[in-house]
């Protein structure tokens, strides 16, 4: 949960304001529209930090359950699923949205949701 925190309030500080003294040492990346791409901290790990801590915490509290019974797990796979495919949509989205800073941006952040993996 801490993780889906501080993740989310970096997120949050970045687009309240990005010309802030706590971003001038992290990286961005300029779209045509004058907006900035966060391309460290959290944001230059994977390009959907919120989206694995949504996944963590609800595996996380569906594994006190055990594993003997199926059904509690229905849950952290239905919001993997849900969150892997808006994924897709927002990548879609972005693309359109920013062109070619989102593809520099893809290219600085390789990874999606799973660093390593997606």
């Known amino acids: ?4 925190v501080v ?5 949050d500080r970045f687009r309240t304001d ?5 971003f001038q040492d992290q990286e961005t990346i300029l779209t045509p529209s004058g907006r900035r791409l966060l391309a460290s ?7 959907h930090p919120n989206y694995l801590g949504d996944i963590i915490m ?5 594994i006190p359950c055990g594993f003997a019974n199926p059904i509690p797990f229905f849950y952290p796979v239905y919001l993997t ?3 892997v495919h ?8 972005s693309r359109r949205k ?3 800073s989102w593809d520099e941006y893809c290219r600085r952040v390789p990874y999606r949701i799973l660093p390593k993996i997606f």
């Open 1 to 4: 949960m801490l993780y889906s």
């Open 7 to 11: 993740q989310n309030s970096q997120k």
């Open 18 to 22: 990005p010309h802030s003294d706590e």
């Open 41 to 47: 901290g959290w944001w230059g790990l994977v390009r």
């Open 58 to 62: 609800a595996f996380a509290w569906t």
């Open 81 to 83: 699923i849900l969150l």
């Open 86 to 93: 808006r994924e897709l949509r927002d990548e879609a989205n």
């Open 98 to 100: 920013y062109g070619a």
